[in-house]
């Protein structure tokens, strides 16, 4: 029987009034400078962002309304003050992925000092949303995975091993909502995947807070103090080379 007046199904293209939508809130250069902006997994106010793309504040509070009603950004308010953040992880990673098309750092000179400097930073080490990247992330990553604390065979996956590792360093491991205990990234510096999910957050906030890394610059960019090269080095066996 011919099908040719047959009215065509909907079940294929109902998801895409909204996938639509979605693109068409990433896709303004104001308001993706917000999202990489706030991809360091903290809080900023509407002004610290309108400063950060060069546009006026009556400008950025527009365009910060329809992130957040979007669901891209959820918002805070603190007495006059109005903070945005990442939603949550899947935000997080949706820009993250999106990120890694970009053509790759290095491809284009930098235009002065100042931007080789911070750039030579960021693919050191830099915190993606809440878990650590570039060459810190992936040697990280690497180590964890040669000691067969983590696998990586069929996706990202922490062995009985590696969850009994994350408990003796005392970094708590607590899921929730469905993020995963263990996820690849592709890191946009190295094109490599990195450590994320519930692991790679639990990870890069206790290196943090413990004094392995510290954040440096405006930027996302973090660096390894000499404490943090002798506990990369005992525990995981990671030359401080690597993390230069």
């Known amino acids: 029987m011919s099908t040719r007046n047959t009215p065509r199904t ?5 998801q895409a009034p909204g996938l639509a ?17 706030l991809f360091d997994g903290r809080a900023w106010t509407a002004g610290e962002l309108a400063r950060h793309a060069g546009v006026a504040a009556s400008t950025a509070s527009e365009h910060l309304g329809k992130l957040v009603a979007g669901g891209l950004l959820a918002e805070e308010r603190q007495g006059r003050h109005r903070y945005v953040r990442l939603a949550d992880a899947r935000v997080a990673q949706l820009v ?3 990120a890694a098309y970009i053509t790759p750092p290095g491809t284009e000179r930098p235009r002065g000092l100042r931007e080789s400097s911070a750039g030579s930073a960021m693919a050191r080490g830099r915190t993606c949303y809440d878990h650590l990247a570039g060459r810190l992330g992936i040697a ?3 180590a964890l995975t040669g000691l067969q604390l983590l696998r990586r065979d069929t ?8 969850l009994a590792w994350f408990d003796e360093q005392g970094i708590p491991l607590v899921r929730t909502g469905r993020r995963p205990l263990a996820r690849a990234c592709l890191d946009w510096t190295e094109r490599r995947p990195h450590l994320a999910g519930v692991a790679g957050a639990a990870l890069c906030r206790h290196a943090l807070d413990a004094g392995w890394c510290v954040r440096i610059g405006s930027e996302r960019a973090v660096k390894v103090t000499d404490k ?9 066996g990671i030359e401080p080379t690597t993390l230069h």
């Open 10 to 14: 909907r079940s294929g293209t109902a």
């Open 21 to 37: 939508a979605l693109a068409g809130l990433i896709a303004d250069e104001t308001r993706a400078a917000f999202l990489l902006a």
């Open 96 to 98: 993250e992925d999106l």
């Open 140 to 142: 990280v990553t690497d």
């Open 155 to 162: 996706g990202f996956a922490l062995t009985d091993d590696g």
């Open 228 to 236: 943090g090269e002798r506990v990369f080095a005992e525990l995981l």
